[in-house]
């Protein structure tokens, strides 16, 4: 049906960082079994994912999906060339987390002021004194840290986001020693243009992902633009799973299979195979009892 | 919440063509009563828009729906300096549009030769011969006429449409006597390689409008690549109802709301109050008894 066409100014290749199993789960009211965890996982492998974060290590009492983490992570088989991160909130987190010999972990750091205080009970200044014992102990065991950026372009308290105040806190998180960003534009109102702002800002692309929500429709169009402005790793979330708690909307993460139509429409290489998750999330939909909102997935799964 | 940011190689102003009245309509099952459908124009345009494609003079028996186009033109109040253009399928659609009136009428053609054939029931070739009495007795009258191509980028019978193809049938519209091109992806299959591909293939981005549909979510990361290309002339469609009859999929046309978010968001001027278009649809999806597939209204009419 499709050939690719290029675009100028896109990478040749994109790597896909999926946060289904994390990301997309943790916002489910109805318990996941760990046995379908592990498929979920296996699954997302099995289409070609090379990044898969797998679990979280917060406490039960805040994520209670997620509790089975220990559990999850032994019954995933790890595959040769497939990273396997975990979020990691704090200091018994990591423990929780190097005892599990994980390869690579995950900070959630705020923009803002209020959701620092909200999401961390920390203010925007503290959350750095969290993170930084967490990051030493980790790079000293050999595990890489990524670092989420959330409410990069505006909260539901405070409005938009200063763009300097971002790039400060992106900074200092590089400094602690993460070896990548995620900036997330968590309650999905960016638009082009601010994307764009926020990657010059930062002076290169080159340790920048980019995590967009579809609240507002938005996300495919921003990590378009994100592309064409040098950023070469995009969160997405197989099915579109998952979504903040804060917005009052049934639209989470951007869809990994309305990435992938793109990626594939721009003859840009993510070794991702469309079919494959396209079933994965149609297997999933069946699991959570309600349709993938995934554009893609719902065409898809129909025809 | 947001400040406009721009981007580079974007217009000012962006005219949406909005298509709700016909183009979405005419694949609801349910018959929308004469009134609601002159209340739904006049929302539209108390919203704010400059061109409603108000109705469709095809014969009633092809399309039921919309077999009260006289009674709903004579119900619009035609406000000034807002155009109510109606679709004219043959000569005959022509007598009762001129009858009634109109300012602006537009025809629709086919880029491939099985889409001519299942929806026109002519050849390629042929098809012209119907459109060159409507579009010269409409010039004649004073009347202008807008093209429809559809399938521009792929149909489900013959996989991808060549590009000169388009080029060949877009041009001899404009040869016609038609003011305006307007570039449908009837089935959402395109990506922006492709988008821009097609639009540089026409030289000049001038007489050119994009109509894209959302059933592989492209729709707004396609039109964003056709803004950058130069073309200022948007379709959507209030909601984002609509769809084609022919793509298994409940996702429809470009969703007004989620366009006009971002256009918002880059500071393109629209003239559009978003919060009214919201409004409209809300208003809307209760008379159709379904929610719309706009992220945007989903967003905002729940939070």
Chains 1, 2 share one sequence.
């Not at 917060?58 to 088989?77: F, G, I, N, S």
């Not at 987190?93 to 010999?101: I, P, Y």
Request: negative net charge; aromatic residues 6%.
């Amino acid at each position: 049906m499709r050939r690719p066409y290029g675009l100028e100014g896109l990478p040749h290749q994109v790597t896909v960082y999926e946060v289904g199993p994390r990301d997309g789960l943790q916002n489910e009211a109805a318990v996941v079994p760990v046995e379908a965890k592990a498929e979920f996982v296996a699954r997302l492998a099995g289409a070609g994912h090379k990044v898969i974060e797998t679990t979280s290590f917060v406490h039960p009492k805040w994520v209670p999906q997620l509790a089975d983490a220990e559990e999850l992570l032994a019954r995933v088989e790890r595959r040769p060339g497939v990273r396997y991160p975990v979020l990691v909130p704090n200091e018994r987190g990591l423990d929780r987390a190097l005892a599990m010999e994980v390869d690579e972990i995950a900070v959630f750091a705020s923009a803002t002021e209020t959701f620092a205080a909200k999401n961390l009970n920390r203010s925007l200044e503290s959350q750095f004194d969290m993170f930084e014992p967490v990051v030493a102990r980790a790079v000293a065991a050999g595990v890489r840290v990524r670092a989420y950026v959330s409410m990069c372009f505006a909260d539901p308290w405070e409005g938009p986001t200063p763009i300097p105040q971002v790039v400060e806190v992106g900074e200092r998180l590089l400094g602690l020693g993460c070896y990548e960003l995620s900036l997330g534009d968590t309650i999905g109102v960016a638009t082009p243009g601010h994307v764009t702002a926020l990657i010059e800002a930062f002076g290169s692309p080159d340790r920048l992902a980019v995590h967009f929500h579809d609240t507002y429709g938005q996300a495919l169009g921003n990590t378009l633009t994100a592309l064409r402005a040098g950023v070469t790793t995009v969160d997405a979330s197989t099915g579109g799973i998952g979504g903040c708690p804060y917005a009052e909307s049934a639209t989470g993460n951007l869809a990994t299979e309305d990435l992938v139509w793109m990626l594939d429409g721009l003859g840009v290489e993510t070794g991702l195979d469309l079919g494959k998750l396209v079933e994965t999330s149609t297997w999933l939909a069946g699991l959570l009892g309600r349709p993938s909102p995934s554009r893609v997935v719902q065409a898809l799964s129909k025809g």
